[in-house]
């Protein structure tokens, strides 16, 4: 390590944030100490968070990007100027709380086959409750469908300290995510053409493929506010959900499970936009499920080295974090509607 590198760097990707890096921000500078150097990386605003950033933080580090690369290449440009052991992305509207650094780096220094892990993150709204993206570390049922230690669907649970345990996750959150530079750039980062939602999840599945384990580490503990540029119901980021979650099922499931897998999601997919048009009488949603459908057909051949790469390259054949049932099932039939309810149930994980 140079002399004057720090262990951690801390990357916010902001775009027209300046209400939020206004809030936040001061906290996170705070807490960077003597371990972290603390960037915001702007993806071409125009409500003048740069100029904020030069007025107010003078010693946080800046990049400017030409223009708003998403969520997914806005990091990669960004991080690809940075040189540290650790990045640390951050989402702009994360209050972090004391001490909230050290359990992540000390978990990190002490295990050599970690490549990721997050804090357990709360929501600012309701601060007794988890928050939607990523509460206390991510999952995956067999078609795809992610889900939390905290939160499975729309139902988010109250924080009693159930998930205290630091656990081996499949996905950690991109809202507050930590990870080695030198695996993330082996894995190849994060998929650019995502542009947004899900690309932590195919980052951190790529990594288990390749033998790398990705953890929650409660004992950090941020507040998130959720929401700061998509509202949660947005036809935008329904597309954007249903495609990119196609495009990593197609990258990352291996051939004998491919086209089974794939012909359920068409049924499943196609049952969610009816009943968004009938029963929630949501034509935008409706739409968008269906483009999403029609964009992951058109584009999914673009993909294709990539899937042969990732097969090609595999370690690991079923990585830890998959529920092997169908979490559909299990909610709405089964009733287990709690992370605690699917593990007593059905035995997995235990």
């Not at 206004?22 to 740069?50: C, H, K, R, W």
């Not at 086959?113 to 939607?132: G, T």
């Not at 997919?269 to 992951?296: P, Q």
Request: overall charge positive; aromatic content about 12%.
């Amino acid at each position: 390590m140079e002399k004057d590198m720090k262990q951690v760097a801390i990357v916010i990707l902001n775009w027209n944030g300046a209400k939020m890096l206004e809030t936040y921000l001061p906290g996170i500078l705070q807490e960077a100490g003597e371990v972290a150097d603390v960037y915001v990386a702007d993806n071409a605003s125009t409500d003048g968070s740069v100029a904020l950033l030069e007025r107010q933080f003078p010693t946080c580090k800046r990049i400017v990007l030409e223009k708003n690369w998403g969520f997914a290449d806005g990091y990669n440009k960004a991080l690809a100027q940075i040189e540290a052991p650790y990045y640390l992305l951050l989402n702009s509207d994360i209050e972090v709380t004391a001490g909230w650094l050290h359990p992540l780096l000390e978990w990190m220094d002490t295990h050599p086959k970690a490549a990721a892990c997050q804090p357990k993150i709360l929501s600012l709204h309701q601060r007794d409750s988890f928050e939607y993206a990523g509460a206390s570390g991510g999952y995956m049922d067999k078609y795809g469908y992610p889900f939390c230690r905290g939160r499975i669907f729309d139902v988010v649970e109250k924080d009693a300290g159930q998930y205290d345990h630091p656990c081996r996750v499949l996905w950690a959150t991109g809202a507050a995510l930590m990870i080695r530079s030198a695996d993330y750039w082996k894995a190849g980062g994060l998929d650019g053409r995502f542009f947004a939602h899900n690309e932590e999840i195919d980052l951190c599945w790529r990594l288990a493929l390749l033998d790398r384990e990705v953890y929650c580490v409660p004992q950090s503990v941020v507040y998130h506010l959720g929401g700061g540029t998509l509202p949660k119901s947005n036809p935008m980021k329904t597309y954007l959900n249903f495609r990119n979650n196609l495009t990593m099922l197609y990258k990352c499931l291996p051939e004998e499970e491919l086209h089974r897998v794939m012909r359920v999601r068409l049924v499943l997919d196609y049952v969610a936009a009816l009943k968004m048009l009938l029963a929630d009488r949501n034509w935008g949603e409706f739409c968008a499920v269906v483009k999403a459908r029609r964009s992951f057909a058109k584009w999914k051949k673009q993909f294709a080295p990539i899937r042969q790469q990732i097969q090609q390259s595999r370690v690991q054949t079923n990585p830890a974090g998959i529920l092997p049932v169908s979490l559909l099932w299990q909610y709405h039939v089964k009733g287990n509607k709690t992370f605690s309810a699917l593990v007593r149930k059905t035995g997995w994980g235990q």
